[in-house]
Nanobody, 115 residues
Framework: QVQLVESGGGLVQPGGSLRLSCAASGSIFSFNAMGWYRQAPGKERESVAGFSKGGWTNYVDSVKGRFTISRDNAENTVYLQMNSLKPEDTAVYYC?????????WGQGTQVTVSS
């Protein structure tokens, strides 16, 4: 069974950068899709970035050009590089791995962008 452990969240000033990591147990990359969601208090969960096994990637319009999703197969880790952060990026970020019959989620990591 797949386990996803997130790290890299924290407090950063507007315009700063953070790199989120999602470390997976086992052979995580036999997936249909992997990526990141986020949820702010009182708001709906939002898909931020993702990629398919075939390499197709997508980003929500509000982060396009600022965020980059990537992976390290040898370390079984997926990353979200977040640059030029804005206060509206403040949320809990969750990584996920989607398989044909199951979806696995990380525990969430808090990102706070504030001056």
């Amino acid at each position: 069974q797949v386990q996803l452990v997130e790290s890299g969240g924290g407090l950063v000033q507007p315009g700063g950068s953070l790199r989120l990591s999602c470390a997976a147990s086992g052979s995580i990359f036999s997936f249909n899709a992997m990526g990141w969601y986020r949820q702010a208090p009182g708001k709906e969960r939002e898909s931020v970035a993702g990629f398919s096994k075939g390499g197709w990637t997508n980003y929500v319009d509000s982060v396009k050009g600022r965020f980059t999703i990537s992976r390290d197969n040898a370390e079984n880790t997926v990353y979200l590089q977040m640059n030029s952060l804005k206060p509206e990026d403040t949320a809990v970020y969750y990584c996920y791995a989607l398989y044909e019959k199951a979806t696995y989620w990380g525990q969430g990591t808090q990102v706070t962008v504030s001056s």
